[in-house]
């Protein structure tokens, strides 16, 4: 289901993050920026050591932050480390606020217009899919009124049917419906 919010296309997509042709995609990171377990090391795999590396040569990451690399051999564009796990792989829920912050604040001074999300750290111990996937749509909506039409399309997008269903019900509860184009 597709949704619109000031000028702004949402959905909640079951599938593969790395396949979306995206200006960034965003993913959970500790301080040390290791692409090392979960979906960052699927994504590492995939994007080839030069994502690893450069993201390496950021480091440390601060928490609450959001680090921005190269893409590598994925679809998007670019990729945000939100760093908002601990270095024992504990997630906290006020680093993934201030994390998904800043990937808008960045994405919107470099101009991005499509970015896509999973149920970022909703895997990690300290965090829920249900509350991972509150902030991650609470900080896309305020994002998206603090600058309307700024960003062209928002995806939240996961593998896993527990985050899939709470993403959906949280843009069916919080939008609406986009509306449908007649054929001529």
């Keep these: 289901m597709k949704y619109e919010h000031n000028g702004t296309g949402f959905e909640a997509v079951f599938g593969k993050i790395e396949a979306l042709a995206y200006d960034a995609i ?3 990171a500790s301080p ?4 090392d377990c979960g979906i960052t ?3 590492a795999a995939l994007a080839g050591e030069a994502v690893s590396a450069e993201a390496l040569q950021q480091a440390p990451g601060r928490l609450g932050d959001a680090v921005l690399t190269g893409a590598g051999d994925i679809a998007a564009g670019k990729i945000f480390h939100c760093v908002m796990l601990g270095e024992d792989k504990q997630a906290d ?3 993934l606020d ?4 800043a990937v808008f604040e960045k994405a919107k001074t470099l101009g991005f217009k499509k970015l ?3 149920a970022i750290g909703a895997s990690f111990p300290g965090l829920d899919p249900k509350t991972a996937t509150e902030i991650i749509v609470a900080q896309a909506l305020k ?3 603090e600058a309307p039409a700024c960003f062209t399309h928002l995806c939240f997008i996961v593998c896993d049917s527990a985050p899939y269903m709470y993403f959906k ?3 069916k509860r919080k939008l609406r419906k986009k509306p449908r184009r007649e054929n001529p």
Excluded: E, Y
Excluded at 32 to 35: A, E, G, N, Q, Y
Excluded at 98 to 101: D, E, G, K, P, T
């Design 143 to 145: 994002a998206v009124d």
């Design 93 to 95: 829920p006020q680093n």
């Design 98 to 101: 201030r994390s998904v912050a």
């Design 26 to 28: 965003a993913l959970p």
């Design 169 to 171: 019900k949280i843009l």
């Design 41 to 43: 090391a699927k994504i």
């Design 116 to 118: 896509a999300f999973p």
């Design 32 to 35: 040390s920026l290791r692409m």
